[in-house]
């Protein structure tokens, strides 16, 4: 889409995603991730990239459950430490799982999704045609009642950081397991916090693509 267009573009949301035909389950238990699968460090930054182009198959349950933890999972269960960096640990992000059969929230502390609403939200979470083929749309929500504690004029700068952090490492899975990625920043955030059912203080600021990359879409 030219950047002429992308300014004449206006969508038009009328409705609301209708329910999944087959329904969702309430909750997707994760296996427990792998530490020492993938590539190496230095190989996967070598292979990180963005791509716009996703095959339609589905994720296995074991590279949806290492991306989530990649991205934002605990890894220091004393502490409740987690992946990705947050100021004061105040882990501000919610991680919402745009999948064909509902929209979940990742519970990192449980490392489980948790249905959010029995919806195909996947064509909500942007523009882009793509969206709403590959099998999976993340989409970051910065919950503001969290930062409370944090100067208001340090919220926003803050929580992207923290979100920014988040998507990096959900690059550097991808890259490390072979899978396609792109984050996008080009979203409604009004529509696509009520087609996710969000409240006043959540606001999603950040949406990405994972799938298998169309090449590798079996035959």
Not at 192 to 202: K, T
């Amino acid at each position: 889409m030219s950047a002429l267009k992308m300014l004449q573009y206006e969508p038009i949301f009328d409705l609301l995603p209708p329910p999944t035909i087959n329904g969702a389950p309430l909750t997707i238990t994760l296996c427990e991730p792998a530490p020492d699968s993938g590539v190496p460090l230095m190989t996967a930054l070598a292979r990180r990239c963005s791509t716009r182009e996703f095959a339609d198959t589905p994720l296995s349950n074991r590279q949806l459950s290492e991306l989530l933890w990649a991205a934002d999972g605990v890894n220091r269960r004393t502490s409740g430490g987690r992946t990705a960096p947050s100021a004061h640990q105040f882990n501000e992000i919610d991680i919402y799982a745009a999948l064909p059969n509902g929209v979940y929230r990742y519970d990192a502390g449980q490392h489980l999704l948790v249905l959010k609403r029995p919806v195909d939200a996947r064509n909500a979470t942007g523009y882009q045609d793509f969206v709403a083929l590959a099998p999976l749309d993340l989409v970051y929500v910065v919950n503001y009642s969290r930062l409370l504690e944090m100067p208001k004029e340090q919220q926003a700068a803050f929580s992207g950081t923290a979100a920014g952090a988040i998507a990096q490492n959900v690059y550097l899975y991808c890259a490390s397991a072979g899978l396609a990625t792109v984050v996008r920043g080009w979203l409604n955030q009004r529509h696509l916090a009520e087609v996710l059912g969000l409240n006043e203080d959540e606001v999603p600021v950040l949406a990405q693509t994972v799938g298998l990359p169309l090449s590798q879409k079996p035959v």
